[in-house]
């Protein structure tokens, strides 16, 4: 049960958007998807991260990138990202509100982080949209169309699905964006991603090196009431994955699921019969730092530039964390943490046949061109 009122958690996320700069905002046409992590600590309820957007970059990209462009650009998507920062910023700045070091009694040869969450947080993701692209939002989409009537000429055996093609086929992984007639990414759905964080924790390839992955796992997300189907939401989130429910990994993974709960409030930038045009920026938000964003550079700046990428991309994500590492793709190929987190990955892999990586992890902070 949650012991917070969803729309507690609702307003501590549009409160913090409603307080920012109006620059990365949607003008009076233009409409947009905001997602917030919030963290409570009993009646202390505090939004830690913040984000717009619902762009993605091509694939071809994303290998160009140099882990200095954001490929995935939906909000769900960059408020993790900046979470992940903001674990990164509380650890090296000493600040214990939020989480702290592990007893040497509580670490392991398998699990030997430094690092968690303080006993007794609670992680809320609020979102003003279902999440994009899997089963969670296409009854939305089948509901919104005038003929919905199911496409029959599809293979069956196909395990990965374009956008909202086919949109009445389900249990598949989907990839963005959702449009047919967009430049097409091998960035999975935000109902997939989300899944796999069920699985994987919120901690990425950096921070899984300083924190146990045991707490950092969604506890609840809070979503409009009309965006939830119920039988959709159980389906994208629970049932997808029945036969891992119960498995246990090395290095502190679990399938843990997250409960969907319902808000009444609204959100002032949402799509409507005024508000027709997606808004192509992005606005992030960790704690009182804002920075715009723009096809997965900061807004202004050209690609490849000095100092033209975000504060959440890999290439800063790395700086950030002082690793000893040549590549990025260590953290992801080598040592003990790596291969633990490789093994999930693969059981995940395994049962959502089709997912496919994106690359653009093998670049280091001193081969870097710009």
């Avoid at 140099?66 to 509380?90: P, S």
């Avoid at 991309?313 to 003990?336: H, I, P, T, W």
Wanted: proline share 4%.
């Amino acid at each position: 049960m949650l012991n917070v009122d969803p729309n507690s958690i609702a307003k501590c996320v549009l409160d913090k958007y409603n307080t920012a700069k109006r620059s990365g905002k949607p003008n009076e046409h233009e409409w947009t998807v905001l997602s917030g992590i919030v963290l409570q600590k009993k009646t202390e309820i505090d939004c830690v991260s913040l984000a717009t957007g619902m762009k993605c970059l091509s694939k071809d990209q994303v290998l160009l990138a140099n882990g200095r462009i954001l490929h995935d650009c939906h909000a769900e998507i960059l408020c993790i990202r900046a979470f992940n920062m903001f674990l990164l910023q509380e650890m090296f700045i000493g600040s214990f509100k939020w989480i702290k070091q592990r007893e040497n009694n509580e670490k392991s040869e398998n699990i030997p982080q430094q690092w968690t969450l303080q006993d007794n947080v609670k992680i809320y993701l609020y979102s003003t949209v279902a999440p994009s692209g899997g089963d969670a939002s296409m009854e939305l989409v089948t509901s919104s169309l005038s003929d919905s009537k199911p496409w029959s000429s599809q293979d069956k055996e196909i395990k990965i699905q374009r956008g909202r093609m086919y949109f009445s086929q389900v249990k598949v992984v989907r990839t963005k964006p959702g449009k047919n007639n967009s430049i097409p990414t091998n960035s999975k759905s935000c109902s997939d991603k989300l899944l796999s964080k069920e699985i994987l924790s919120l901690l990425n390839a950096v921070t899984i090196q300083f924190f146990c992955p045991k707490k950092f796992y969604i506890d609840a997300i809070i979503l409009p009431e009309p965006q939830i189907v119920a039988p959709a939401i159980k389906r994208a989130f629970y049932s997808r994955v029945n036969m891992l429910h119960n498995k246990k990994w090395e290095g502190g993974y679990s399938f843990k699921p997250f409960c969907v709960y319902p808000t009444t409030l609204d959100f002032c930038h949402k799509r409507s019969y005024i508000r027709t045009k997606p808004c192509p920026l992005s606005l992030v938000i960790i704690n009182t730092y804002e920075q715009v964003l723009c096809r997965g550079i900061k807004q202004g700046a050209k690609y490849f530039s000095k100092n033209s990428h975000s504060m959440i991309c890999k290439y800063e994500m790395l700086k950030a964390s002082r690793l000893n590492v040549c590549q990025y793709s260590d953290l992801k190929k080598n040592g003990l943490i790596a291969e633990q987190r490789k093994q999930v990955k693969q059981d995940l892999r395994n049962v959502l046949s089709g997912w496919e990586c994106n690359g653009g992890n093998n670049f280091s902070l001193e081969s870097s061109t710009v």
